[in-house]
C-alpha cells in the first residue's frame, strides 16, 4: 500500500511540474536562508574570535587611567615605568612574558616614498605577547635594547607602501629626525578586532622611542600574556595588588590605571554575533512557515480539482486512510525537495558570500540536518489539512463534482 500510494504521489507531482516547482519556491528559499544566515553567523563568529587570538594568547593590556576603549581616561593618571613590567614580571606568578609599550605617531620615509603609521617601542618580549612571528630578518638583541639602537622592524602594510617590490631587509628608513635600520619583517596580522590595520605599524626598542620621539622615559601600556591554564582572575588580582602598591594608592583610593582581559572580549563578541546569528536565523525561518501555507494552499486547491478523482478512489473501496497518506505524502515529498533544493543552493551561497566578506566558510551538519526536518514537518503540518478534507469527502457528492 505504502509503494503504491508513493507512486501515485509522485504521478500528481509529476502532472504539474510548474504548480509543483512554484509550491517548493516558499520552502527552498526558507530552508536556503537559514541556512545562510547561520553559517554565515558561525563564520563571523570565528573571524571575531580568530582577530582577538591574533592581539596574543591569554593576553592582558594595562594602562593608565581608569577606562580603556575608543576614549581612553588617562588625564591626570601617572604613567608606568620599566620597572612596573619588570617588577611584574618577576614578582606575580602565572606570567609568561611582559612587555613595556610606547607608541607615537609618525610620518616614515623611504626614497620618493612617505607613510603615516604608529612606531611603538617595546622589547623583545612584544612578539611573544602578542603571538608575534617574524617572516624575515631577526628580532632585536639585549645590546641593542639596552642602547636604544637605531633598529626597526616593519609590518606588512608598512613593508608594501614604503618598499614595493623592493627588499626592506637592511635599507635605511627615516622615521622623523633619525633614521633606523630595518632589521626584521613581521608576518602579516590583518585587520583586528576593533577594524584596525595590525600590520600598519613600526617596532623599535623601547629606549629608542623614549629617547628619540617621546623624549621621556613613561610606559603608555604594559603587555602581559599569561601561561596556558592559569586563572585569570588570580593573576589579575595579584597584578592589580602589587601596582597599587607601587603606585602608593591609599586602600580607598580608586585604581588609577585599567587592566583589559583580551579573552573577554572574545567571549563579550562571540557572544553578540551568536545572538545576532540566532535572531537572523529566527527571521528567516519566518519564510519556512510562509513556504508551508503556501504548500496548504496549492494542496486544497489540488483536492478541489481532483474531487472528482478522489470520489472514484473512494467508490471503488479505497479507504480514507489511503487518500489521507497520498495526499499526505504529496505535501511530504513537495517539503522534502524544498528542503534538499533549499541545503544545495544554502551550501553554494554561503560559500560565495563568506568569501566576499572575509569570513571562513563553517559547514555545520547540525543546520542543514535541522532545517531539513523542519520543512519536511512542514510538509507533514500544513499538508494534514487538505489531506483529511480529500479523505473525508462524501464518495456521492465527489462524483457528482464537475
Not at 512557515?289 to 496549492?298: A, P, S, W
Not at 525537495?337 to 566558510?361: D, I, K, N, Q, Y
Request: include cysteine.
Amino acid at each position: 500500500m505504502w509503494w503504491n500510494t508513493l507512486l501515485l504521489a509522485l504521478r500528481e507531482i509529476r502532472r504539474n511540474v510548474l504548480r509543483s516547482f512554484l509550491t517548493v519556491l516558499g520552502v527552498v528559499i526558507g530552508v536556503a536562508a537559514v541556512i545562510t544566515m547561520v553559517t554565515l553567523g558561525n563564520g563571523a563568529t570565528r573571524a571575531v574570535s580568530d582577530q582577538i587570538s591574533s592581539l596574543g594568547s591569554n593576553l592582558l593590556m594595562i594602562r593608565p587611567g581608569q577606562r580603556l576603549g575608543a576614549v581612553s581616561d588617562t588625564a591626570g593618571a601617572q604613567a608606568f615605568k620599566e620597572a612596573d613590567a619588570q617588577a611584574l614580571a618577576s614578582q606575580v606568578a602565572g606570567i609568561r612574558a611582559v612587555a613595556p609599550s610606547q607608541g607615537a605617531a609618525v610620518s616614515a620615509v623611504f626614497g620618493a616614498r612617505n607613510w603615516s603609521t604608529r612606531v611603538t617601542g617595546t622589547t623583545g618580549a612584544y612578539l611573544e605577547t602578542n603571538n608575534w612571528k617574524i617572516a624575515a630578518g631577526r628580532g632585536f638583541t639585549e645590546a641593542e635594547e639596552r642602547a636604544g639602537a637605531s633598529v626597526c622592524l616593519i609590518g606588512e602594510t608598512v613593508r608594501r607602501e614604503l618598499f614595493g617590490q623592493q627588499d626592506a631587509l637592511g635599507a635605511q628608513l627615516r622615521v622623523r629626525q633619525f633614521t633606523c635600520q630595518v632589521i626584521g619583517l613581521l608576518g602579516a596580522k590583518g585587520q583586528a578586532a576593533m577594524g584596525n590595520d595590525q600590520d600598519d605599524t613600526i617596532v623599535m626598542p623601547l629606549h629608542t622611542v623614549q629617547r628619540r620621539l617621546s623624549g621621556n622615559q613613561n610606559v603608555g601600556t604594559l603587555l602581559v600574556s599569561l601561561e596556558d591554564g592559569v586563572d585569570s582572575e588570580r593573576v589579575k588580582n595579584a597584578i592589580r595588588d602589587l601596582l597599587r602598591e607601587r603606585r602608593k594608592l591609599a586602600d580607598g583610593d580608586e585604581d588609577n590605571f585599567s587592566i583589559l582581559d583580551t579573552r573577554q572580549i572574545a567571549d563579550t563578541l562571540s557572544g553578540t554575533t551568536r545572538v545576532m546569528t540566532m535572531l537572523l536565523g529566527a527571521v528567516a525561518a519566518v519564510s519556512l512557515l510562509v513556504g508551508g501555507i503556501g504548500i496548504m494552499n496549492i494542496m486544497l486547491v489540488s483536492v478541489t480539482e481532483r474531487t472528482r478523482e478522489i470520489g472514484v478512489r473512494l467508490a471503488v473501496g479505497a479507504l480514507e486512510r489511503e487518500v489521507l497518506l497520498q495526499f499526505l505524502i504529496e505535501a511530504v515529498v513537495l517539503a522534502c525537495v524544498g528542503g534538499l533544493v533549499g541545503v544545495l543552493l544554502a551550501t553554494g551561497a554561503s560559500v560565495l558570500l563568506a568569501r566576499a566578506m572575509s569570513v571562513p566558510f563553517l559547514f555545520d551538519p547540525g543546520i542543514n540536518l535541522l532545517s531539513f526536518g523542519f520543512s519536511a514537518a512542514i510538509g507533514i503540518v500544513f499538508g494534514y489539512f487538505p489531506a483529511r478534507r480529500a479523505a473525508r469527502l462524501d464518495p456521492i457528492e465527489a462524483l457528482r463534482h464537475e
